[in-house]
């Protein structure tokens, strides 16, 4: 696998109801991506497994930068998750820690990048719904992966598996819709 030096993806979580069906993706700046759907799931469960596979799917990028709307999913990474581990899988507040199996995976995924030499994965907020194009293709995959979902279907799609990307120089289609518009 060749090492690349820089690379950014934005990520995203959809939920249908909230628990209900919900979706996940990443879209890469060259328009490759990855999406999964979850017949009964969060919305922060599907923010997390779009962080978790957005690292594990980029195992050979030396500065990995994350644009999430997300600010429970950043958090949750980059302040809480370690905190959780120590307290035995409790919150602050001496309750039980949510998630604590995508919290191991992302730990092992940090753990992973920084025995291979990786730089730690960078964090960018952006504002969802805002006109910020990497984060509309994300958002348009994880609503399209949650739509799967309530049909009960556990699946994941990826560029890596052949699907086309997307062109993300124009924005995506917003929900319900199949076409991208141009601006």
Same mark, same amino acid.
């Given at each position: 696998?060749?090492?690349? $030096?820089?690379?950014?993806?934005?990520?995203?979580?959809?939920?249908? *109801?909230?628990?209900?069906?919900?979706?996940?993706?990443?879209? @890469?700046?060259?328009?490759?991506?990855?999406?999964?759907?979850?017949?009964?799931?969060?919305?922060?469960?599907?923010?997390? +497994?779009?962080?978790?596979?957005?690292?594990?799917? &980029? #195992?050979?990028?030396?500065?990995?930068?994350? !644009?999430?709307?997300?600010?429970?999913?950043? $958090?949750?990474?980059?302040?809480?998750?370690? @905190? &959780?581990?120590?307290?035995?899988?409790?919150?602050?507040?001496? !309750?039980?820690?949510?998630? =604590?199996?995508?919290?191991?995976?992302?730990?092992?995924?940090?753990?992973?990048?920084?025995? %291979?030499? +990786?730089?730690?994965?960078?964090?960018? &907020? =952006?504002? *969802?719904?805002?006109?910020?194009?990497?984060?509309?293709?994300?958002?348009? /995959?994880? =609503? /399209?992966?949650?739509? &799967?979902?309530?049909? @009960?279907?556990?699946?994941?799609?990826?560029?890596?598996? #052949?699907?086309?990307?997307?062109?993300?120089?124009?924005? %995506?289609?917003?929900?319900?819709?199949?076409?991208?518009?141009?601006?």
């Amino acid at each position: 696998m060749t090492l690349v $030096d820089h690379y950014v993806v934005a990520t995203d979580g959809a939920c249908k *109801g909230n628990p209900g069906p919900a979706g996940w993706a990443w879209v @890469g700046e060259d328009g490759h991506w990855s999406a999964g759907s979850i017949p009964e799931g969060t919305n922060n469960i599907g923010e997390l +497994l779009a962080v978790l596979y957005a690292i594990r799917d &980029h #195992g050979n990028v030396q500065h990995l930068l994350i !644009q999430a709307d997300s600010m429970y999913a950043i $958090d949750t990474y980059t302040k809480w998750m370690d @905190g &959780h581990y120590k307290r035995g899988w409790k919150t602050s507040g001496k !309750q039980p820690t949510k998630n =604590v199996d995508i919290l191991k995976a992302l730990m092992a995924a940090r753990q992973e990048r920084r025995e %291979a030499g +990786l730089d730690d994965v960078e964090f960018e &907020h =952006v504002r *969802g719904h805002a006109g910020h194009r990497l984060n509309g293709w994300a958002d348009n /995959r994880a =609503v /399209r992966a949650s739509q &799967h979902a309530a049909q @009960g279907e556990s699946l994941i799609w990826t560029t890596h598996r #052949g699907l086309d990307p997307v062109d993300v120089s124009i924005d %995506a289609p917003t929900a319900g819709e199949d076409k991208p518009r141009r601006r």
